[in-house]
């Protein structure tokens, strides 16, 4: 309860201080809408069902590329940590492309696909799998080299010693990278949204868009704190229940 307190005083006193630098008008209300403008705009688009169909569609395309970049990148990585030439040449093009900012893969995604669902799907999973890769890469590498030898000796070899011994004991770098994929896959859906028109569905990074292209600031405002909500939400109910549970696993809850 007090924590929860806390942060109800918090953020209250962070719209308390918006309101006041609207109220001293040192930015025109254009471009600075107090916050009962977003709150108006949030609730008709929630009336009118532009933003509950806009967040609907961008969750598809999010959880669908997401998962993909998961499943591909979760063996890419055990494999890496356990071959010399897969870490020397696909662990160092992971460490490459994860560098390279979400929005440089929309030029590519819109010759490759087209204005197509497709060319959004690329996007997530580019910016998905590689942090997966990476974190699951680590992982592996940073394991007690006793886990594996104690293994060894009770008969397990080969995909059993993968599965059974090193996946388990890397959990808590794998939770890590798909934490970190998550964000990626949420700025990458984001930056394909805002360049690419479909005409397949308008999600959240459209209706950003036409705010931006209309000078309407309490949507594209409210826009991002919808994006912003989800993302606390997924945390909340997905990431931080698991890492709680290996912290008390492993032994590392305070």
Known sequence: MKRSLVAFIFFTSLVGIWQILVSARIWSPVLLPPPIDVARYL???LQDGSLAEGTWVTMKRLLLGYL?????GLPLGLATARSKYLSDTLGVLALGLQTLPS????PLALLWFGQSEAAMLFVVIMGTLWSVLIAVDNGARNLPPI??????TMGS?????LLKVILPASLRFVVSGMKQGWA????????AEIYVTLLTGYGLGHLLHFGRELNAMDQV??????????????DKVLFS?????????WGTAA
Request: proline content about 2%; glycine content about 8%; overall charge positive.
């Open 157 to 161: 070899k080969g995909l059993h010693t």
């Open 68 to 72: 993909i970049g998961c499943v591909i």
């Open 103 to 106: 929005v440089c893969w929309v």
């Open 221 to 234: 405002i409210g826009v991002m704190l919808i994006i912003v909500s989800i993302g606390l939400a997924a």
């Open 241 to 249: 229940p698991c890492e709680r549970f290996l912290q008390k696993r």
């Open 147 to 152: 886990y594996v030898r104690a293994a060894r």
């Open 43 to 45: 609730w008709a688009a």
């Open 184 to 191: 990626f896959a949420w700025r990458s859906l984001m930056a």
